[in-house]
């Protein structure tokens, strides 16, 4: 039987090699040598700092418990 297709986004960690910018605050930095989310949609990379990659595994979560459950 062939793997399953994985329902998420490609995402990983990564540790910043400079200085970026977090695509979701815009003026928060995420420093050299600080862990960095690396979200990839379509042909994008974007980056997010910790504190925003807390709350989009959290989102994620409440998303995939509502997905699960087939809609009347
Ligand atoms: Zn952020």
Do not use: N
């Amino acid at each position: 039987m062939p793997a399953y297709k994985s329902l998420l986004k490609r995402a990983e960690w990564v540790t910043a090699g400079k200085q970026r910018k977090c695509y979701h605050h815009g003026d928060k930095r995420i420093e050299k040598g600080e862990p960095c989310l690396e979200v990839k949609e379509d042909l994008t990379t974007r980056g997010y700092c910790e504190e925003c990659a807390f709350e989009m595994f959290e989102k994620a979560r409440q998303e995939l418990d509502d997905l699960q459950r087939p809609k009347p």
